[in-house]
């Protein structure tokens, strides 16, 4: 079984700073590909960020400049620091991992989302 757990959501005025935390728990072998989503209220749920197992990453252009994605596999956990917050940014933030558990496969594992709201 494996759990996926975020922390670090809250309330920020714009222009303010968040940092996500999301730490991968359970029988696993390997993690592979690490992401940020986020949805907002009536909206779909959308891609963020993402960082491979190279250590490169891709970005929303709503992201860009704005927030940083890592990742630490000793800890098994996924970061996003988020900088200039703006209102749009207000969302529901959830973390995706593609964990190997075994010698079969290797599938996606969601977090539980994790709060973002940006206002004065």
């Known amino acids: 079984q494996v759990q996926l757990v975020e922390s670090g959501g809250g309330l920020v005025q714009p222009g303010g700073s968040l940092r996500l935390s999301c730490a991968a728990s359970?029988?696993?072998?390997?993690?592979?590909?690490m992401g940020w989503y986020r949805q907002a209220p009536g909206q779909p749920r959308e891609l963020v960020a993402t960082?491979?197992?190279?250590?490169?990453?891709t970005y929303a252009d709503s992201a860009k400049g704005r927030f940083t994605i890592s990742r630490d596999n000793a800890k098994k956990t996924v970061y996003l620091q988020m900088n200039s917050l703006k209102s749009e940014d207000t969302a529901v933030y959830y973390c995706?991992?593609?964990?190997?558990?075994?010698?079969?496969?290797?599938?996606?594992?969601w977090g539980q989302g994790t709060q973002v709201t940006v206002s004065s």
């Open positions: 359970g029988s696993i072998r390997s993690i592979y590909t």
């Open positions: 960082i491979f197992t190279s250590g490169s990453t």
């Open positions: 995706k991992m593609t964990i190997r558990t075994s010698a079969v496969g290797a599938y996606d594992y």
